[in-house]
């Protein structure tokens, strides 16, 4: 389960951004998840469980936003969201497609 070392690398953003900020705790954890991130979000929930058990994270909540998987067609322009990567473009069925958001793995917040 990859969410585990997701999990760990989550925490140790958040143990740097506490440290640089003098945080005494944290009790979020805020994240930007795309659906085609290649990520369970629920596997990360459990996982953070794990990782949090002391110190400055240990009744740190993690916050899981989802972004939606957005493309542009390249052959017509249209925008749209798709289930996965390999969806043709619902206006031309055109393969051919730039990913708008739906990749993303950041952490954006923390808040003590």
């Given at each position: 389960m990859?969410?585990?070392s997701i999990a760990s690398g989550i925490a140790e953003v958040a143990l740097e951004a506490a440290a640089t900020h003098?945080?005494?705790?944290?009790?979020?954890?805020?994240v930007n998840i795309g659906d085609a991130a290649g990520v369970v979000?629920?596997?990360?929930?459990?996982a953070?469980?794990?990782?949090?058990?002391?110190?400055?994270?240990?009744?740190?909540?993690?916050?899981?936003?989802?972004?939606?998987?957005?493309m542009r067609c390249s052959d017509c322009g249209t925008?749209?969201?798709a289930a996965e990567v390999w969806d043709p473009c619902p206006s031309c069925n055109g393969?051919?497609?730039?990913?708008?958001?739906?990749?993303e793995l950041k952490v954006i917040s923390i808040e003590s």
């Open positions: 990859h969410e585990f003098h945080l005494e705790t944290v009790s979020i954890v805020e979000p629920d596997a990360l929930a459990f953070w469980e794990s990782v949090r058990k002391e110190g400055l994270l240990e009744t740190a909540a993690l916050k899981i936003n989802h972004i939606p998987l957005v925008e749209y969201p393969m051919v497609h730039t990913v708008l958001s739906g990749r």
